[in-house]
């Protein structure tokens, strides 16, 4: 089916370092939503983005909604070891009836 | 409370077994999905609930037999199932199918079809 294109796939990183990913699409979306899964759970919701051009923090976490609603960016600072897990980014498009389309995600290890 | 409960959290069934997937929210949301989850791949969707409506069904085979019994409760049926199906089953819900709601996701059911 349909996906973003999200990157990059994986990053191993220090503890203490700054992380940033992102999702581009050639549909305009509606919302933008970030998730992050643990192994074994479900996806956890970070944060939600409804405007274009929204930048909406949640702690150490910032994500911004594209002018051109194709794109949406996640930054992480100051990482810790509970960061580590797999980050998803999800779009709704107009008149799907609800469908997220997902990113591929981008898989955090953190080195303490 | 944002919260999505499903049982069980493990199933191990043969393939001419039948059983049951449960998943559980009170936030009033109307809106109810299934997700079929590989590892380290996004949740692939199977299914919506519309206030209580199946709306959409991504061609998934009928092996699997969703049930929609109240706006509270969303149900899948497994019969006969092949060990390709073993995945991660996630349910979630929002308060509408609509563009600009938040879909908030259960644990998951991991599932293993022998």
């Known amino acids: 089916g349909q996906q973003l294109n999200q990157s990059p796939q994986s990053m191993f990183i220090q503890e203490g370092e700054d992380v940033s990913m992102n999702c581009t699409s050639s549909?305009?979306?509606?919302?933008w939503l970030w998730y992050k899964q643990d192994p074994g759970e479900g996806p956890v919701l970070l944060i939600a983005?409804?405007?274009?051009?929204e930048l909406t923090s949640n702690g150490r976490l910032t994500a911004q909604f594209g002018i051109t609603r194709k794109d949406s960016f996640l930054n992480i600072s100051a990482s810790i070891p509970s960061d580590v897990g797999i980050y998803f980014c999800?779009?709704?498009?107009?008149?799907?009836?609800?469908?997220?389309?997902f990113g591929q995600g981008t898989e955090l290890s953190v080195k303490p | 409370d944002t919260e999505v409960t499903q049982t069980p959290k493990h199933l191990v069934m043969g393939m001419t077994n039948k059983k049951s997937l449960k998943c559980e929210q009170h936030m009033g949301h109307r809106a109810m999905y299934w997700y079929k989850q590989k590892a380290k791949k996004p949740p692939e969707l199977m299914f919506v609930y519309s206030y209580e409506k199946l709306s959409i069904n991504e061609s998934v085979p009928s092996r699997f037999s969703p049930e929609c019994p109240n706006s509270s409760l969303l149900n899948l049926h497994l019969h006969a199932l092949q060990p390709e199906d073993s995945a991660l089953y996630l349910c979630?819900?929002?308060?509408?199918?609509?563009?600009?709601?938040?879909?908030?996701f259960g644990p998951g059911t991991r599932l293993l079809v022998l």
């Open positions: 999800a779009g709704l498009e107009d008149n799907q009836g609800g469908k997220l389309i």
């Open positions: 979630a819900s929002s308060p509408s199918p609509g563009t600009e709601e938040t879909q908030y």
């Open positions: 549909s305009i979306f509606n919302t």
């Open positions: 983005l409804y405007k274009a051009g």
